[in-house]
């Protein structure tokens, strides 16, 4: 297994590695390691079927049901995402983290390429610990400490009050510390985050759309083209995505969540 960080400040490659057959524990172990150094993982060529896509997401925590999307007909953990022409009805198309308006979003997102056009359709990341690095010190100071409003299961098209979810959303620290690296890492974003507690309107509308445009720095993305059988595993904690709306045909990919820990 050879793992190559990406020419970016974000993602590594993982090559000669097949995730149908069973990881050995000192690999498990470098996947991690490697997980936590860069953020996001690319294994290419894969092509798994729901059980063995579960069984990688298994290397990187537990995974959980996603009440909030469409499931494969075979399974109540893979969700089928499916976009026509570059459609998002969720929002894919904005730079987030996956549900940040649950109380424990997903520790991490497991998504492989079904079937895809014939051009179009990348997946751009960004470093959110980076971003925070980005800040002046006087900055991060200020930002650190305070609290955010999440919002947006509505965005979605789901019903807040029958999954249980607060119809005034959940709080989570503008910056968040990472449990396993330490890092701390920038946890507001465009789609989601409604407001900063600590602050008034207008201190808001200085500041909130200040933080979530740190993803639209270059110099902490890295964009991935897809090919079918391809497999991303992004860490929800430190990382944003932003899906490209550039593309006139189908877009169908096969997602696994991991149950989430408290943002802290």
């Known amino acids: 297994m050879k793992i190559i960080p ?20 000192n690999e498990t172990d470098e996947l991690l390691s490697a997980w936590h150094k860069y953020g996001v993982l690319f294994f290419k060529n894969q092509n798994l079927d729901d059980a063995q896509q ?5 290397i990187f925590g537990e995974p959980a049901p996603y009440d909030f999307a ?21 929002g894919s198309a904005t730079w987030h983290s996956d549900a940040t308006w649950l109380k424990e979003p997903p520790r991490a997102s497991i998504l492989q390429a079904i079937k895809l056009p014939n051009s179009g359709g990348d997946t751009l990341f960004a ?24 919002h947006g299961g509505s965005k979605l098209g789901i019903n807040m009050i029958a999954k249980k979810i607060p119809s005034d959303g959940v709080t989570h620290p503008v910056v968040r510390t990472h449990p396993s690296t330490g890092k701390k ?24 759309p200040m933080l979530c445009d740190l993803p639209l720095r270059p ?36 997602r696994v969540v991991l149950a989430g820990d408290p943002v802290e």
């Not at 075979?74 to 009805?89: D, R």
């Not at 800040?135 to 409003?149: C, E, I, K, P, W």
């Not at 709306?245 to 096969?254: K, L, V």
């Open 70 to 90: 469409p499931t494969t007909e075979g399974s109540k953990i893979v969700s089928k995402l499916v976009h026509e022409k570059g459609i998002f009805s969720g």
């Open 127 to 150: 470093c959110m610990s980076t971003a925070f690095d980005s800040l002046s010190s006087r900055t991060q100071n200020f930002v650190t400490g305070l609290t955010a409003v999440h």
């Open 54 to 58: 579960i069984a990688a997401a298994s």
């Open 6 to 25: 990406t020419n970016s400040l974000v993602g590594a490659f993982v090559e000669d590695i097949d995730l149908s057959c069973p990881i050995e524990s």
């Open 185 to 208: 890492c920038i946890f507001v974003n465009r789609l989601f985050t409604q407001k900063i507690n600590e602050l008034s309107t207008q201190e808001n509308e200085a500041l909130l």
């Open 219 to 254: 110099e902490i993305q890295f964009r991935f083209t897809w090919e079918e059988g391809d497999i991303a595993v992004w860490d929800n904690r430190s990382v944003q995505h932003y899906a490209t709306p550039d593309y006139s045909e189908a877009r169908i990919m096969h």
